[in-house]
């Protein structure tokens, strides 16, 4: 069946400019996550859904970022005023139920340059 | 704090030469050891969960295992479509569902 996608796979933007970067899961999954990886970084956590709530958003680098999910499916990363740090691949994953013992299904990633 | 080190950062082998990766990890409480596979410009792909000291999984020249303070990643008799960048992860008790990654391990397995 098909993967989770992701679009736009890169996006480039001007410093100060919004972007929004889109999610959809594979289908039925009801838990959702939001990772970035950066140059020479390992993958790091921003955000988890389970249907439409975020029970943990502790990932969130700055009141610049935002995330909703409506449908429980498909899910946007807003980022606000971006900066130059903000380049990054942002990696959108699925799993099937919250918890544990759940692998987490990764999309190919947005690719974001910030100039 | 919850940290995962991966070892050596980057791998080069020969074709059939077999060699291990190493992740170490310091979490409260484990929930589950995730190993990964990137290929570049691509996504996560995935590979074994480990929940349990002990506990070992194969998948065709692949084989996990795992203690109370690392894994290993064993790749038997490598083959050139094994190079990619492999990734271990921990899902601890005190971090909600997050995957807490490393920074990877850089393989590449010449003909």
């Known amino acids: 069946g098909a993967g989770v996608s992701q679009s736009p796979s890169n996006k480039v933007t001007e410093k100060g400019k919004d972007v929004e970067l889109r999610c959809d899961p594979i289908?039925?999954?009801?838990?959702l996550y939001w990772y970035r990886q950066s140059l020479g970084q390992g993958l790091e956590f921003l955000i988890y859904?389970?249907?439409?709530?975020?029970?943990?958003k502790s990932g969130l680098p700055s009141d610049r970022f935002s995330a909703e999910r409506t449908g429980g499916s498909v899910s946007t990363l807003t980022i606000q005023r971006t900066q130059q740090e903000d380049s990054a691949v942002y990696l959108c994953?699925?799993?099937?139920?919250?918890?544990?013992?759940?692998?987490?299904?990764f999309g190919p990633g947005t690719r974001l340059t910030v100039l | 704090e919850d940290q995962v080190t991966q070892s050596p950062e980057a791998l080069r082998l020969q074709e059939g030469e077999s060699s291990s990766l190493n992740c170490s990890y310091t979490?409260?409480?484990?929930?589950?050891l995730f190993w990964y596979r990137q290929d570049p410009g691509k996504g996560p792909e995935f590979l074994f969960t480990?929940?349990?000291a002990g506990e070992e999984k194969e998948k065709e020249r692949l084989k996990a295992t795992l203690t109370k303070k690392e894994s290993f990643l064993h790749i038997t008799a490598p083959k050139p479509e094994d190079s990619a960048t492999y990734l271990c992860?921990?899902?601890?008790?005190?971090?909600?569902?997050?995957?807490?990654f490393g920074k990877g391990t850089s393989l590449l397995v010449t003909p």
């Open positions: 994953a699925s799993s099937p139920k919250s918890g544990s013992y759940n692998e987490q299904f």
């Open positions: 289908s039925g999954h009801t838990a």
């Open positions: 859904f389970q249907g439409n709530s975020a029970p943990d």
């Open positions: 979490v409260s409480g484990l929930r589950g």
């Open positions: 480990l929940y349990s």
């Open positions: 992860a921990v899902q601890a008790g005190n971090s909600g569902y997050a995957l807490n």
